[in-house]
């Protein structure tokens, strides 16, 4: 039965105050897959569904960077035998989803330590970025055995070392250079991120990058997510008032 009295968010969204960057924290996998009585596997094949559907009404709306947190440094920790699976959904889903991705002039790529990858994810990921590398329309960014903490940290030990060899100078180290470093060194930072299912902490993702970010907290698993929760969260975002440390009287003039 149609649901009635449905907003309709996607028509209130002003396209001249588009959040330029979204991140998205995809959690619930696991849950709502155990909830239906199976393995922990069909709950991450469901997710590829909410990914196709946030990249599509993302890119649709004028969003011009999405960044998914698709596997952090502590999933390593996970059972071999989902990990396993995990890459294997991996190789699977960016090679399917290339032809997509050309369609829609979307632009692949990942942040992370890509390197640790099983050899056959590298490879299907590094074909991937290479062929969509040229598209403008939107950068879709995987972030892969990514973790904050392990990407400052190698952000600083880089800049230790161009300090030795003379290639900056100590007084040149600022929060702009500083960014330099980082994995999104060609990204700009966040404006809204969007955390599921009923979870309210961050869970080592852009640490950096999320000091003037907008947040949101839905209790929905992520192969729940959709179309409209995406319009809903962009409208949500757009009805805050972000004021950078100043006052409202200030950014209203």
């Not at 999320?210 to 962009?234: H, M, N, Q, R, S």
Request: include cysteine; glycine fraction near 4%.
């Amino acid at each position: 039965m149609e649901e009635k009295n449905k907003t309709d968010y996607k028509s209130l969204i002003d396209l001249s105050r588009l959040p330029k960057h979204i991140a998205v924290i995809m959690d619930g996998n696991g849950r709502w897959a155990k909830q239906r009585g199976k393995a922990r596997v069909f709950g991450h094949k469901n997710g590829v569904k909410a990914v196709r559907a946030v990249t599509e009404a993302c890119a649709e709306t004028g969003v011009e960077y999405l960044t998914l947190y698709a596997f952090s440094t502590e999933n390593w920790n996970r059972p071999a035998l989902e990990v396993s699976a995990l890459m294997e959904l991996l190789v699977f889903t960016i090679g399917r989803e290339i032809k997509t991705l050309q369609k829609n002039n979307i632009r692949l790529n990942a942040i992370g330590n890509i390197d640790s990858l099983p050899n056959k994810c590298n490879l299907a990921l590094k074909k991937a970025i290479e062929e969509t590398r040229n598209n403008t329309r939107m950068t879709l960014t995987l972030a892969l055995s990514y973790g904050s903490r392990e990407e400052i940290h190698r952000a600083f030990i880089r800049m230790y070392q161009d300090v030795q060899e003379g290639k900056i100078a100590v007084e040149d180290i600022n929060p702009e250079s500083i960014r330099d470093y980082l994995y999104t060194y060609n990204i700009p930072d966040p404006e809204l991120l969007i955390r599921t299912s009923g979870e309210y902490r961050v869970s080592n993702f852009l640490l950096w990058q999320i000091a003037y970010t907008e947040f949101i907290f839905t209790d929905k698993l992520w192969p729940e997510i959709d179309k409209e929760d995406v319009y809903e969260y962009i409208c949500q975002f757009q009805n805050r008032e972000r004021r950078f440390g100043k006052i409202s009287e200030q950014i209203n003039r």
